[in-house]
């Protein structure tokens, strides 16, 4: 069975400063791992995903996220935040791509960012 | 950009009352989801849906929940007798095929009192 932990309720960080919210993850194969981003009282949206290839995948807003198989991590970084940054950060797990296989989200990270 | 759209968003209800939550999925995509989400916590997966059937279901998704697509465009999740838990946001989420990620919508907030 697939599952993903982000071990951080939340992450406070300075503006200007590096940002990294943590996810590992167990799934059976190939993971394909995204990272979502919902802003408050909106829906999802996606940032970046890993499929295969280059273990560092670079996303939208400045946002980058490093697979590790090793690990079993694949944690979400941008070198220097901003207060906009401020928000709910899901990493998620799919076995496949394409549809009929669910993705699981894990709990969530709160990103606080201050100026 | 296209989008998908969800109605209504927001509904309060009566405990034991019907409630049929609308989605419109981007028009090319294939593939169909609900999720929910509590208090503003984990997103839980319900079901997906491809090619009029049920794909997969959660533990969640239970006899009161049914979901169809009657007309190519709506998507619907519905709850046949709704209780208290059941308050919580749903989303509808679609997906292309081949590319990975999912689209979601706004969401729809159910209150059942």
């Known amino acids: 069975a697939q599952s993903v932990a982000q071990p951080e309720d939340q992450v406070n960080v300075a503006e200007g400063n590096p940002l990294t919210v943590k996810c590992t993850y167990s799934v059976s194969g190939n993971p394909y791992l995204f990272w979502y981003v919902q802003y408050p009282n909106r829906g999802l949206q996606f940032l970046l995903k890993?499929?295969?290839?280059?273990?560092l995948v670079k996303g939208s807003y400045g946002f980058e996220a490093e697979f590790n198989k090793s690990q079993t991590s694949f944690h979400l970084k941008k070198p220097s935040a901003l207060v906009s940054d401020s928000a709910l950060y899901f990493c998620?797990?799919?076995?496949?791509?394409?549809?009929?296989?669910?993705?699981?989200f894990g709990a969530g990270t709160r990103l606080f960012v201050k100026a | 950009e296209p989008e998908v759209t969800q109605t209504p968003s927001h509904q309060v209800t009566q405990m034991g009352q019907e409630v049929i939550l609308r989605c419109v999925p981007i028009s090319n995509h294939l593939y169909f989801y609900w999720y929910r989400q509590i208090l503003g916590q984990k997103v839980e997966f319900l079901v997906s849906?491809?090619?009029?059937?049920?794909?997969?279901k959660s533990e969640i998704f239970d006899d009161q929940f049914s979901v169809e697509r009657p007309d190519g465009s709506n998507f619907t999740l519905k709850i046949r007798s709704t209780k208290l838990e059941d308050s919580a946001m749903y989303f509808c989420?679609?997906?292309?095929?081949?590319?990975?990620?999912?689209?979601f919508g706004e969401g729809s907030r159910l209150t059942v009192l």
């Open positions: 849906f491809y090619n009029n059937e049920i794909s997969e």
């Open positions: 998620a797990v799919s076995p496949a791509i394409g549809g009929g296989f669910k993705t699981i």
């Open positions: 989420a679609s997906l292309g095929g081949g590319t990975g990620e999912l689209f």
């Open positions: 890993y499929i295969t290839g280059d273990n």
